[in-house]
């Protein structure tokens, strides 16, 4: 830090299997990537490159270049990889993984149907070859999935071999653990902590409003995700109550 202040919460250190940020890389260009590993790696986790956009991304090999030189995991979303599970093209996926040398990839259904023994099948195969990060939740507003069956699949993801689990909210914070007003589904969440250690499940929380809830019920080392470039200091602020929504937080 660049000076002394009492009483501020301890952050975990990297590696970080406690107070992880994932930051969400949906069209940064190389010099844009660059000015990012600049101002935050060090609060920086891991680095989503969104959904499919990895297939439209020019200087794609450049731009994971500079995030690794930074030692930060990069991965392509899962999104991408239901375009290819779709497509029936799962060992070529798994070839691109290789070809990029990637080591971490995402393991989603939320725009997809896919049988859940399916889903963990692909978990299971990746996990032999990377570290695999899965999310639960549907991207699709309306579609309800009950506090139990979250809880099952999460249980079931964890015991496949997924190292971390997203719980989902797309990047608008109105699905999944949010009410489409984009407050936290506070019964959903209560009910998957209670049975789930917090430290197993990334949740997403592209709105300040979202961070701000998980830091007040789980402390500064919650792990977060789904956060914009430009928000990484802003939240690593958040964090250790150096803005006011969380200011009184840490006082005691």
């Not at 970080?16 to 101002?39: C, F, H, N, P, Y």
């Not at 290789?98 to 393991?107: P, S």
């Not at 570290?131 to 309800?144: A, M, N, P, R």
Request: positive net charge.
């Amino acid at each position: 830090m660049n000076f002394t202040l009492e009483g501020i919460p301890k952050r975990s250190k990297k590696p970080r299997e406690s107070g992880i940020t994932m930051v969400m890389d949906k069209g940064l260009s190389v010099r844009q990537a660059e000015d990012l590993v600049e101002s935050g790696a060090e609060w920086i986790d891991l680095l989503k490159l969104g959904f499919g956009s990895a297939y439209v991304t020019p200087n794609l090999e450049k731009k994971i270049a500079v995030y690794r030189s930074a030692g930060l995991p990069v991965y392509f979303g899962g999104t991408l990889l239901e375009a290819f599970i779709i497509r029936n093209q799962f060992d070529e996926y798994r070839k691109l993984l290789d070809k990029f040398k990637m080591t971490h990839a995402e393991v989603s259904d939320g725009s997809i149907l896919l049988a859940h023994s399916k889903k963990c099948e692909h978990i299971k195969k990746l996990s032999k070859q990377v570290t695999v990060i899965s999310e639960v939740g549907s991207k699709e507003e309306g579609i309800i999935i009950h506090p139990n069956k979250w809880i099952e699949m999460i249980e079931k993801e964890l015991h496949a071999g997924a190292w971390k689990v997203i719980a989902e909210a797309r990047e608008s914070g109105t699905v999944g653990i949010y009410r489409p007003s984009g407050k936290a589904h506070v019964v959903l969440i209560n009910k998957i902590i209670a049975k789930i250690p917090p430290d197993k499940i990334i949740w997403e929380t592209p709105n300040k409003s979202g961070q701000t809830y998980f830091i007040k019920l789980l402390g500064a080392n919650v792990n977060l995700g789904n956060i914009a470039p430009n928000e990484v200091l802003a939240l690593e602020s958040l964090r250790i109550g150096l803005r006011s929504d969380t200011f009184f937080e840490f006082i005691s």
